[in-house]
């Protein structure tokens, strides 16, 4: 019905910058919240940015003034900027949506997870 397809990460620097990106596809008729999780090695998943249809955004405090949340409704893309990146964000980075389908049903859908790793 519906699919969330990552991509954009790998390998960077510490200060380094990377940009996620997100499709959503399938007989989508509209998505509300679109999100970011990640989760790291011996750790549990945790919210990253979420970023509502109309705009509103929401990060962790461990990513504020670093990661910027944005998106582009027309694509069904939802994008992660990461600029001064550190060692602690690594891990695998998942796109999370609520889409409606053509037939009116809800769907919230996980990516597959896309890796960053930032390390020198």
């Known amino acids: 019905q519906v699919q969330l397809v990552e991509s954009g990460g790998g390998l960077v620097q510490p200060g380094g910058s990377l940009r996620l990106s997100c499709a959503a596809s399938?007989?989508?008729?509209?998505?509300?919240?679109m999100n970011w999780y990640r989760q790291a090695p011996g750790k549990q998943r945790e919210v990253v940015a979420m970023?509502?249809?109309?705009?509103?955004?929401n990060y962790a405090d461990s990513v504020k003034g670093r990661f910027t949340i944005s998106r582009d409704n027309a694509k069904n893309t939802v994008y992660l900027q990461m600029n001064s990146l550190k060692p602690e964000d690594t891990a695998v980075y998942y796109c999370?949506?609520?889409?409606?389908?053509?037939?009116?049903?809800?769907?919230?859908?996980w990516g597959q997870g896309t890796q960053v790793t930032v390390s020198s």
């Open positions: 399938g007989s989508i008729f509209s998505i509300g919240a």
């Open positions: 999370n949506a609520y889409v409606q389908t053509t037939d009116r049903e809800w769907y919230n859908p």
């Open positions: 970023n509502t249809r109309g705009g509103i955004t």
